[in-house]
DNA sequence: CAATCCGATGGTAGCGCTGTCAATAATTGT
DNA sequence: ACAATTATTGACAGCGCTACCATCGGATTG
């Protein structure tokens, strides 16, 4: 456990071979491929690693194996509480792999994740996690040119580039929306900002389970193209009430719009949930807390990260996953926003 | 603006430098230092790197130069929304500029610090960016040792590792008990949950401003080690109203905490700002859209994010700041929840 | 006008590691 | 016991770029 990098010249692999009296390319094995050597070898090279403090040179082993071992990752926002767990899910399981992890940032924007990919497949990765299925035809094409493991996260669908984790956003819309059917309420309004991919399948579930209960109109929508907030979900849900005075439940494509109709209706005393049902999406911690405390749908962003690296990892090694799409389901809980009872009831969980 | 590099062998800057009629050496540094070019070659190589889609070898720049264009950044935590801001101002300040963000978590361990300082020393970043001051002394053996630029953030204070960008957590806190004492309140409870140095830092801003007016009290205090939530916000107010049931003022940490209490007095039909005023911390957007609008501590991370990788880069390319500390400051938001009026009051804002 | 300097350019020699393939040692079957 | 096979190991030759120094013409100076 010497500290002898800091006395000199620098360690090469050179030196740990020669103090482990093998050759550099040996020494090289044993990082790569230990099993290849023999017990004997492997054991001295190790302690002339540990003898030395050798640390190995990242730019020159990319340079000669013309790889790396950087996985990169490609989301659509850092601010979004979403996207910040699914990144812990991602940071924790990278960690202890030889993997590191890149990050950037699109800001839902798709010329710039044209661009980023363009940037990463200069880099050429060992791997990709890319947010959602709708990547533009160039953006498609650039993901299969990367000759690497390709995990879509956030959500599923057919034809995935390669891999894909996440769940139904049209099934979890749907199933929030006969909840709330369930509960006897009929005018459900939907309040949707930043209509992003996936906030657009929550709309079609929301729109088709409406339509199946032949109460769709679109006077209950407001949707806007601006970024979430608290103080939007307010602002929205005063313009659904102007619209559409006769609203007895609302559906909120995320909670931080459901938390400014919470605080909208307090405002305007109406009375949770005796005259209006709220229902939001993700289940942030906050939801729970909430007085009422708030419906929402449990998504399992920390697992999706964690499964989107170990994945691609699994396939970088090639132990490739026996099905490429993996459904991470969700839950539907039900808090006293929209009942008086609390409970939780599971969603699709399991294999698409 | 071809895209021949799709065509067949890769382009590498040999080839660049034969269509532009130079050496490599000087295609070299068009890169570097393209001032060092005669216009003429300086525009022959441009259009020679265009013509063949020319994407440089970063790992061959890495191992030719013992150089590499990473900047380190060191964080104690990916969910916290507090570092989702300061993020994505080291994200868009990094973005254009020829460094890449190396992103590691701490988790709020020191000994986790310390590895990954460690790590990042083997890899040589041309910059490195960590969070607070209070480093062990190994990690700080490893960051003077480092070579490179160092901005600590957060917070400032005397002997800096190199830079500081940050504000006073101490003075913030001091002046939210001034304002809260100013509205006639005089037994002002303390909520603290995960006493990282700087929520420490504004525990003792709480007390000395609590003593200078000589109404420090120990029973005014509920701190504890867990991870701060919403729901914690409650659960530690509960606490301090059945230790304490005379206060009349809560100051926590965060604004989450502070949503906490808030929900928690709507449902023990505590009236606030009446009974109890309620002050947060950090100035989370929700802040100014609850019910009553939350009385926050602004702080400017995003702008701290920016700065940090601004001072970073500069350093690296030696244009060192005239001052090493630079104080971002801080505002106190007056809302509903301490007080009647809703202002802003500015706090000290400008150079350490 | 020679001496000096400076800006622009190029040649040489690696940076530290691994791919490829050949060489050698160990193991097996009959 | 001997060929055939398989496990280990090593030699060599670069990966694509830049540091270092050398070069060269022209501008500056007394």
């Known amino acids: 456990m010497g500290r002898k990098q800091t006395k000199s010249g620098k360690i090469r692999l050179t030196e740990v071979a020669k103090l482990a009296g093998v050759s550099p390319i040996t020494a090289s094995r044993f990082f790569r491929n230990p099993e290849a050597l023999s017990l004997s070898k492997r054991e001295r090279v190790d302690s002339a690693v540990k003898e030395l403090g050798y640390v190995p040179n990242l730019a020159a082993r990319a340079l000669a194996s013309h790889r790396t071992e950087v996985i990169g990752v490609v989301i659509p926002s850092l601010t979004n509480n979403v996207f910040a767990d699914v990144l812990r899910g991602i940071y924790d399981s990278s960690e202890g792999s030889r993997y590191t992890i890149q990050l950037a940032n699109t800001r839902y924007s798709i ?26 035809a160039e953006s498609r094409a650039i993901l299969e040119s990367m000759n690497c493991p390709v995990t879509q996260i956030m959500e599923i669908g057919d034809s995935p580039v390669d891999m894909m984790v996440g769940f139904s956003h049209y099934d979890a819309a749907s199933a929030a929306i006969s909840h709330i059917l369930e509960q006897g309420r009929r005018r459900i309004g939907f309040l949707g900002a930043r209509m992003d991919p996936r906030v657009q399948r929550r709309f079609e579930g929301y729109r088709d389970a409406m339509k199946a209960a032949s109460l769709f109109d679109p006077n209950l929508i407001v949707t806007t193209s601006v970024p979430t ?86 396939a970088i090694e090639g132990r490739r996953p026996q099905t490429p799409v993996l459904d991470l389901g969700f839950q539907l809980v039900v808090r006293e926003s929209s009942t008086r009872q609390s409970t939780v009831m599971a969603g699709s969980v399991g294999i698409d």
């Open 111 to 136: 010329l710039q994740e044209e661009k980023l990919l363009r940037l990463f497949r200069a880099q050429k990765p060992a791997g990709l996690i890319v947010t959602g299925i709708n990547q533009t």
């Open 229 to 314: 907030t608290v103080t939007l979900g307010g602002t929205l849900f005063a313009d659904l009430l102007a619209q559409t005075p006769d609203i007895d439940a609302v559906f909120c494509v995320n909670d931080d719009l459901a938390l400014g109709v919470l605080f909208e209706c307090q405002r305007r005393q109406i009375s949770i949930p005796r005259d209006l049902a709220i229902v939001g999406f993700n289940d942030l911690e906050f939801t729970a807390a909430a007085v009422p405390s708030i419906t929402s749908v449990r998504t399992n962003r920390y697992e999706m990260g964690r499964h989107a690296v170990t994945m691609v990892i699994d």
